[in-house]
């Protein structure tokens, strides 16, 4: 064994790309099997391999870690992303939890019928202008630090990049209103591991193609 993480699921976003996201971000390598069949899934629930069979499922330290949360919790601990003490754990917690509300609409929005998309987009955008996105602003207005919390890099910050660059691939001035969201924006991306994460031929999956969706939705249901 390599010794890097191992990460089992289909060759898009979906649900792993947060762990792309925070691999990437602590600069560790991981490896990639991307399932490509409804049979390769099964493959992996025949052997075992996944506690509620299903993916993502990351092989690292030894485990099978299933359940996106987990994993994330469980990379962000090992690599020192995850706050000093319980009480940073805690806001931590609470920013990344309401990022994947908003994370969990964004995520569906490709899979939503031709003609419910404008909809969907119109409220991914209200709920993200309204409720989401001034929070963060807030935060970073009200303590002047660089980041969400504890004035250093967390799993937290990591989230709000992920999802303000994805909501900007959607609505290109989605930051619009959000000045230090901007600027956020712009320093993070210049973290080395993240700006080596954003250039091409990383592990940073594109937009899903329309052409493709049926062969994830093959794959998963
Ligand atoms: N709570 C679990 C987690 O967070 O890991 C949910 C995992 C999950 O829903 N996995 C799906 C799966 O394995 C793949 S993500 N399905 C097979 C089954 O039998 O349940 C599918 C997905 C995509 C894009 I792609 C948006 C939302 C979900």
């Keep these: ?6 990460l089992h699921y289909a060759n898009t976003r979906g649900r792993m790309e947060s762990v792309r996201w925070l691999l990437a971000a602590a600069g560790v390598e991981f490896e990639e099997r991307f399932l490509e069949t409804k049979e390769d899934l099964q493959k992996l629930r025949a052997d075992g391999s996944l506690l509620f069979q299903q993916v993502p499922m990351v092989e690292i330290d030894g485990m099978k870690l299933v359940q996106t949360r987990a994993i994330l919790n469980y990379i962000a601990g090992k690599y ?18 309401g990022m994947a509300d908003l994370y969990d609409i964004i995520m569906n929005h490709d899979f939503k019928p031709a003609n419910e998309k404008e909809k969907d987009l119109a409220n991914i955008m209200d709920k993200a202008t309204n409720r989401y996105l001034p929070v963060f602003e807030k935060v970073l207005k009200d303590h002047g630090h660089d980041f969400l919390v504890g004035n250093k890099l967390s799993k937290a910050d990591v989230s709000l990049l992920e999802n303000i660059l994805w909501l900007e691939e959607l609505k290109p001035d989605a930051l619009a209103k959000f000045p230090l969201l901007q600027s956020f924006k712009a320093r993070m991306s210049n973290m080395p591991n993240i700006k080596k994460f954003l250039q091409p031929g990383s592990a940073k999956k594109p937009l899903i193609q329309e052409k493709d969706i049926p062969n994830v939705m093959a794959i998963f249901h």
């Design 80 to 97: 020192n992303l995850y706050g000093k003490d319980l009480k940073e754990r805690a806001l931590i917690d609470m920013y990344v939890e």
């Design 1 to 6: 064994m390599s010794g890097k993480p191992v």
